[in-house]
């Protein structure tokens, strides 16, 4: 039986869609918050914990995913993250509570967590040096793919239901439209699943647990009978100290050769998120509702912020390997902090005001006289705004009609938020977003590269939670100028971080990397 032949990029595509499960999976609830916090009539930490509770799963599954990858092979460990994703999905559509929704929203989470760190590390063990970071950023490109599709899936779904057809009928789209949005997961998951029965399992893995013949055929299925001797003898090369048994510490970790390495993938990892990359894609909808467009514009811009980031990706796949790392992170965390002190400001500007006409056209359901005892009345914040109509109204029907209330009374310049908005996520995308992944596949040795994989992800995915589940709490207390404006602050301290200390990794080895920054 002649052996199966392999083509790199065509296993990094099929491993990478992990990454577009996770973009999907963690980007799908934008359109669902709106309608559990009014379904299951949720304060502003219950939603934050109902968005975050996925994000604090994927922490727990990063710490123990790049071990367990270690221990089973990236192959079965991604096997599983698929099933999660997909039991994830179901569950999540049919859940009659709160924490029926938090429980099964916490199983994506596990797999979100395995699927981000043990895809691309399986890449760049595949993966040659000069094409390492293009290969690499598949994963990245793949997650915001998914993150467009949840968005227009969302939308599209949104408006079938609105559609009052027999179609939306029969499926009950209008009343259960987010039930709908979380279980169409379902699909993608099962064919992540099937295709990854097609792609082999890493070399670098199998030369570790001392299986030379099984990656020997791999590598030939990859590079060709010449070009798999070269590359077995680099990963001989490169693992020369280690053997099948030999069990890595996690104190090994912390020794003082790895300082550096750890404090650029560590810092780096917090980068990626504190500068609120979360809090836009999770919260889309609700941030352009804050800018008074209504709910179906909200979702259609939503989907122009995945159109975005989409296309930005595509120009970081084509430039990181002619670029650099360095350069790219430098210039987008440029972009960040400038996209983000403009939103501060243009919502810093906003002024929120009722006039009768604009109560007239409010559902007749709100109680009128509470609203017409604030008709005129101006206000300079959002802050001042919600808490004026909270005590009008009560908070729970200020919080079933939140968005029509802030689309009939603010004034601002909307243009200004969306171009910022647009720009900041085009920052993201040909930067942080998928420079981060590259780098935590480059700057770790190879012995250690499961666990500090591990361990950079963790801190990562724990920052990631707590700016998802504080985003409700801090437009609630501090306003969403001032929580723009402290995202704008953490990016441009970032630009600093990078000038003075990143080195630049590309068309290097993982070998030379190894000799270069991890002292002896």
């Not at 293009?134 to 968005?151: E, K, P």
Request: net charge negative.
């Amino acid at each position: 039986m002649r052996p199966r032949r392999y083509s790199v990029s065509h296993v990094a595509l099929i491993v990478a869609l992990g990454g577009f499960l996770m973009g999907f999976d963690t980007s799908v609830i934008s359109g669902v918050v709106s309608f559990v916090e009014v379904e299951f009539t949720l304060s502003s930490l219950q939603l934050g914990w109902s968005v975050s509770s996925l994000t604090l799963a994927s922490t727990v599954a990063m710490f123990g995913a790049g071990p367990l990858s270690d221990r089973l092979g990236r192959k079965p460990v991604l096997k599983l993250a698929a099933l999660l994703f997909a039991v994830s999905a179901v569950a999540s559509a049919f859940a009659a509570n709160f924490w029926m929704f938090v429980t099964a929203r916490m199983l994506g989470g596990l797999g979100v967590g395995a699927s981000l760190i043990i895809a691309p590390m399986y890449i760049a063990e595949m993966a040659p040096p000069e094409s390492r970071g293009r290969l690499v950023s598949f994963n990245q490109f793949n997650i915001v793919i998914g993150i467009s599709l949840a968005f227009f899936s969302n939308y599209l779904i949104l408006i079938l239901g609105e559609s009052g057809s027999e179609f939306a009928t029969t499926f009950d789209l209008n009343k259960s439209a987010w039930r709908w949005m979380l279980g169409i997961e379902l699909l993608p998951a099962a064919l992540y699943f099937v295709a990854l029965f097609r792609v082999p399992e890493s070399p670098r893995w199998l030369l570790m647990q001392g299986r030379a013949e099984e990656a020997s055929a791999v590598l030939q299925s990859l590079e060709g009978a010449d070009g798999s001797e070269q590359a077995l003898a680099a990963l001989r090369e490169g693992l020369l100290a280690e053997s099948s048994s030999e069990t890595v510490s996690w104190r090994e970790l912390f020794q003082p050769s790895m300082r550096l390495v750890l404090i650029l993938g560590v810092t780096v990892g917090i980068l990626q998120q504190i500068t609120g990359i979360n809090a836009v894609f999770y919260y889309a909808p609700m941030i352009f509702e804050q800018s008074g467009i209504g709910t179906n514009a909200a979702f259609m811009q939503a989907v122009l912020v995945g159109l975005t980031n989409v296309v930005f990706t595509i120009f970081a796949l084509l430039l990181i390997d002619r670029l650099g790392r360095r350069v790219l992170l430098s210039a987008g965390l440029v972009g960040i902090a400038l996209s983000m002190l403009t939103l501060a400001y243009g919502f810093s500007t906003a002024t929120y005001q009722l006039d009768q006409a604009a109560i007239a056209a409010l559902p007749a359901e709100m109680d009128r006289p509470a609203l017409e005892a604030l008709a005129d009345s101006t206000y300079f914040s959002d802050l001042a705004f919600r808490e004026a109509l909270s005590l009008a109204l009560g908070a729970e029907q200020f919080t079933a009609f939140q968005a029509q209330l802030t689309g009939a009374a603010i004034q601002l310049n909307s243009v200004l938020i969306l171009t910022a908005i647009l720009a900041f996520v085009a920052s993201f995308a040909v930067s942080i977003g998928p420079v981060m992944w590259v780098l935590f596949s480059e700057l770790f040795p190879n012995r250690l590269r499961g666990k500090a994989i591990s361990f950079a992800g963790l801190i990562n995915s724990s920052i990631a939670f707590l700016v998802t589940f504080l985003f409700p709490w801090e437009l609630e207390t501090v306003g969403i100028a001032n929580t723009f404006l402290i995202y704008g602050l953490f990016a441009a301290c970032g630009v600093v971080f990078v000038i003075r200390l990143m080195p630049e990794t590309k068309g290097r080895s993982l070998e030379q990397l190894e000799r270069d920054l991890v002292e002896n």
